[in-house]
Nanobody, 125 residues
Framework: QVQLVESGGASVQAGGSLSVSCVAS????????MAWFRRAPGKEREGVAV???????VYADSVKGRFTVSTDNAKNNLYLQMNGLKADDTAMYYC???????????????????WGQGTQVTVSS
């Protein structure tokens, strides 16, 4: 149905920047919403950012102003530009997709039936 593969995770110093990517394949209709979630050690998976097919975005308060989510026009690639990284940003970052077309995309884990395997981002202080 939908396959998502993340890449770009790395170790970076606090205050630095990093971009992670996700390549999507499969049914385009099943990925109206494209989102990034993350799971830090010992923590629950949390929503980071989501972008709709129309380009509207929603960010978690913890990353607002520091992270930027984007896609290409075909929604085949999802990106997350992370600036001003903090130690708390250390997590496995997951790409997710949802067919939800209305009323819109949100950072709710239950909305997303399709997930990638994750890419590790480590921020050292």
């Amino acid at each position: 149905q939908v396959q998502l593969v993340e890449s770009g995770g790395a170790s970076v110093q606090a205050g630095g920047s990093l971009s992670v990517s996700c390549v999507a394949s499969g049914d385009t209709s099943k990925r109206y919403c494209m989102a990034w979630f993350r799971r830090a050690p010992g923590k629950e998976r949390e929503g980071v950012a989501v972008i709709t097919r129309t380009g509207a975005t929603v960010y978690a308060d913890s990353v607002k102003g520091r992270f930027t989510v984007s896609t290409d026009n075909a929604k085949n690639n999802l990106y997350l530009q992370m600036n001003g990284l903090k130690a708390d940003d250390t997590a496995m970052y997951y790409c997710a997709a949802s067919p939800r077309p209305w009323p819109g995309c949100r950072l709710a884990r239950s909305d997303y039936p399709y997930w990638g395997q994750g890419t590790q981002v480590t921020v050292s202080s």
